[in-house]
């Protein structure tokens, strides 16, 4: 059974904004807090942002600043908003239970590159 659907990933250049969003199943979504992930070739995953379910964010250093996480209730979704983006940023984004973890979705692709 799917737990996770991303999507909204794309190509944009340094200082560009996209979004990501996952879709969570209702349970999920309603009593687990959610992480954004993400890993670039050659890379380990690394969680990037989190929100619990009262909407407490959190964010790795590297991101802070320029990365937004907020949950929609009305989609059972989590949202990414990641602006003045950086060729660094390029990896594919997974999003996941940090409360009880599942297994991965196929993620979705973000790409900075000039």
């Known amino acids: 059974q799917v737990q996770f659907v991303e999507s909204g990933g794309g190509s944009v250049k340094p200082g560009g904004t996209l979004r990501v969003s996952c879709v969570a199943s209702?349970?999920?979504?309603?009593?687990?807090?959610i992480g954004w992930y993400r890993q670039a070739p050659g890379n380990e995953r690394e969680l990037v942002a989190s929100?619990?379910?009262?909407?407490?964010?959190d964010y790795v250093d590297s991101v802070k600043d320029r990365f937004t996480i907020a949950r929609d209730s009305a989609k059972n979704s989590v949202n990414l908003l990641m602006t003045g983006l950086k060729p660094e940023d390029t990896a594919v984004y997974y999003c996941n239970s940090i409360t009880n973890p599942k297994p991965w979705g196929r993620g979705t692709q973000v790409t900075v590159s000039s």
């Open positions: 209702a349970f999920i979504f309603r009593f687990e807090s």
């Open positions: 929100i619990t379910t009262y909407g407490a964010p």
